[in-house]
């Protein structure tokens, strides 16, 4: 037999460009194949950062008193980097341990502020009334303000915006 079946017959020439190509052409489509796959699936299984965000210098933030911090938000989504403002309420008492709290109340949402005549958070919308470290002292919140997570790092604090209610 001549159709090149048998073990041990030679391949013809046409046999053979045939296979070369055939296989030139799956080696291309691989080498595009990969590297598309990875760019389309890899924003899915990279390592999520913890973002962390720079909120200031703890020598600026004075003790006893709450501040309100504003901040920008950089978070990767996908392949574009997002920018978002936002705020926390920081209180020290002696300038190296810090609470940071989420600007909004536990009851609606609304941003409450800090009365440094009363010595109290004031929650305008529906008269809630907070202590310095969070605690309900009035009105209808179910629960003491959302604490965020926070470290030292030099002399810069840094707080996890996206974890709101979610440390103690």
Same mark, same amino acid.
């Given at each position: ?27 291309? $489509? /691989? %080498?595009?194949? *990969? &590297?598309?796959?990875?760019? =389309? ?10 973002? @962390?965000?720079?909120? $200031? /210098? %703890?020598?600026? *933030? &004075?003790?006893?008193?709450? =501040? ?10 996908? @392949?574009?980097?997002?920018? /978002? ?25 609304? /941003? ?57």
């Amino acid at each position: 037999m001549r159709d090149g079946l048998e073990s041990g017959a030679k391949i013809d020439r046409r046999r053979f460009l045939a296979l070369a190509a055939g296989a030139l052409a799956g080696a291309i $489509g /691989a %080498t595009m194949a *990969i &590297p598309s796959l990875f760019y =389309v699936l890899a924003p899915g299984f990279g390592k999520k950062d913890e973002e @962390w965000v720079d909120l $200031g /210098a %703890t020598k600026d *933030i &004075p003790k006893g008193q709450p =501040v309100k911090l504003e901040y920008v938000r950089r978070r990767r989504d996908g @392949w574009t980097i997002v920018e /978002a403002k936002g705020s926390a309420w920081v209180s020290t008492a002696n300038g190296r341990e810090f609470t940071v709290f989420d600007p909004h109340c536990t009851h609606l949402g609304c /941003a409450y502020r800090w009365d440094a005549a009363k010595d109290r958070f004031l929650c305008p919308c529906h008269t809630a009334v907070f202590q310095i470290d969070g605690t309900v002292l009035s009105g209808p919140p179910p629960r003491p303000l959302d604490r965020l997570p926070n470290k030292v790092v030099g002399d810069r604090l840094l707080v996890m915006p996206t974890a709101a209610g979610k440390a103690a």
